[in-house]
Nanobody, 114 residues
Framework: VQLVESGGGLVPPGDSLRLSCVGTGFPFERSDMSWVRQAPGKGLEYISEISRSGSLYYADSVKGRSTISRDNAKNTVYLTINDLKPEDAAVYFC?????????WGQGIQVTVAS
């Protein structure tokens, strides 16, 4: 199982960002996919998920300004966050569960600053 995130970087407050995660080595189309982030000095925060059937979850911290989606043909899950705030700065991880075990991407840094 391999998960590879992309799309992070330095973004000004108020801007938008789209993260991508390509998953291989498991049945992507039959897997729930989620995003977890870790801000500096803080614990992991589970922020969004899209199930294999398309059900969606958003944490309150990103609800209303985020969209998670998936393209099974490309084995890719996306997370768009609008109106970025300084508190959105974190390392963002893509995650899935396969055969009862969680698998994580390597993480990608998102910095929110002018």
């Amino acid at each position: 199982v391999q998960l590879v995130e992309s799309g992070g970087g330095l973004v000004p407050p108020g801007d938008s960002l789209r993260l991508s995660c390509v998953g291989t080595g498991f049945p992507f189309e039959r897997s729930d996919m989620s995003w977890v982030r870790q801000a500096p000095g803080k614990g992991l925060e589970y922020i969004s998920e899209i199930s294999r059937s398309g059900s969606l979850y958003y944490a309150d911290s990103v609800k209303g300004r985020s969209t998670i989606s998936r393209d099974n043909a490309k084995n890719t899950v996306y997370l768009t966050i609008n109106d970025l705030k300084p508190e959105d700065a974190a390392v963002y991880f893509c995650r899935t569960r396969y055969h009862g075990q969680f698998y994580w991407g390597q993480g990608i840094q998102v910095t929110v600053a002018s």
